[in-house]
C-alpha cells in the first residue's frame, strides 16, 4: 500500500497567519491527492481533489500544490473556523490511504 | 440534499459481528460507488471498504479482508457492512461515504469522497 506521511503532526498559529501542511507519498501518485477537514466531533469534509482543486464551496484562502510524491496545503490568512485536523489522502490505487493528519491549533 | 444515515453500531464482544447500514438519500444511489472509513478513538481516518456502484468492484483494507464484507442494496438505496471476527482494534466509528469523481479517461479521474455520514460507533470489548 502507498504510505502517506503528514508533517508536521501539530502546529500553533494565530489568526491570520499563513499555514502550511506536507503530505509526502511513498510513491509516485501524480496528483491523486486530496485533502481534508475534520474538527471535533464532526464529520470529515473535503477540502481539495487533484492537489489543487478547491471543493465547491470551500473559500479561496486554502489551497492546495504539489506532484508526484510532495504535496501542500496552504491556508492564507487563517480564520477561527480553520483550527482543525487536516488530512491528505491518495488516491492513485482504490486501496485508499490517509495521512497521519495534522492538528491546527491556536497559538 | 445527499443525506448518508448510518445505524447499526453498539457493543459486541471480541469474535462477534455486527452489521452496519447507511441509508442515502438525495441522489442517485445505484450511480456512486460508496466507501467505508472508520476512525478509532483520537485516532485519524482509515479506509475500510469500497463498492462500486452496481457491485461489480469490491475492495478491503488489509487489516480488515476477509472478515468484513461489503454490499448494497441499489432497490433500497442502502449500503452495509459485515464485520465478523471482531477484535478490539475494530473500536472506531464507521462513516460511509460517497465517491465523488472528476476529469476523463484521457485526463484521467479522480475520486474523492464528497460527503459523508454521521457516523456509527463500534465498540468491540469484553
Known amino acids: 500500500d502507498i504510505q502517506m506521511t503528514q508533517s508536521p503532526s501539530s502546529l500553533s498559529a494565530s489568526v491570520g497567519d499563513r499555514v502550511s501542511i506536507t503530505c509526502r507519498a511513498s510513491?509516485?501518485?501524480?496528483?491523486?491527492l486530496n485533502w481534508y477537514q475534520q474538527k471535533p466531533g464532526k464529520v470529515p469534509k473535503l477540502l481539495i481533489y487533484?492537489?489543487?482543486s478547491l471543493q465547491t464551496g470551500v473559500p479561496s484562502r486554502f489551497s492546495g500544490s504539489g506532484f508526484g510524491t510532495d504535496f501542500t496545503l496552504t491556508i492564507s490568512g487563517l480564520q477561527p473556523e480553520d483550527f482543525a485536523t487536516y488530512y491528505c489522502?491518495?488516491?492513485?490505487?482504490?486501496?485508499?490511504?490517509f495521512g497521519q493528519g495534522t492538528t491546527v491549533e491556536i497559538k | 440534499e445527499v443525506q448518508l444515515v448510518e445505524s447499526g453500531g453498539g457493543l459486541v464482544q471480541p469474535g462477534g459481528s455486527l452489521r452496519l447500514s447507511c441509508a442515502a438519500s438525495g441522489f442517485t444511489f445505484s450511480s456512486y460507488s460508496m466507501t467505508w472509513v472508520r476512525q478509532a478513538p483520537g485516532k485519524g481516518l482509515e479506509w475500510v471498504s469500497y463498492?462500486?456502484?452496481?457491485?461489480?468492484?469490491?475492495n478491503y483494507a488489509d487489516s480488515v479482508r476477509g472478515r468484513f464484507t461489503v454490499s448494497r442494496d441499489n432497490a433500497k438505496n442502502s449500503l452495509y457492512l459485515e464485520l465478523n471476527s471482531l477484535r478490539a482494534e475494530d473500536t472506531a466509528v464507521y462513516y460511509c461515504?460517497?465517491?465523488?469523481?472528476?476529469?476523463?479517461?484521457?485526463?484521467?479521474?479522480?475520486?474523492?469522497?464528497?460527503?459523508w455520514g454521521q457516523g456509527s460507533l463500534v465498540t468491540v470489548s469484553s
Open positions: 461515504a460517497r465517491e465523488g469523481s472528476y476529469g476523463s479517461a484521457s485526463r484521467g479521474i479522480f475520486d474523492y469522497f464528497d460527503y
Open positions: 510513491q509516485n501518485i501524480n496528483n491523486y
Open positions: 463498492i462500486s456502484g452496481s457491485s461489480e468492484a469490491i
Open positions: 487533484a492537489a489543487s
Open positions: 489522502q491518495q488516491s492513485y490505487t482504490t486501496t485508499w490511504t
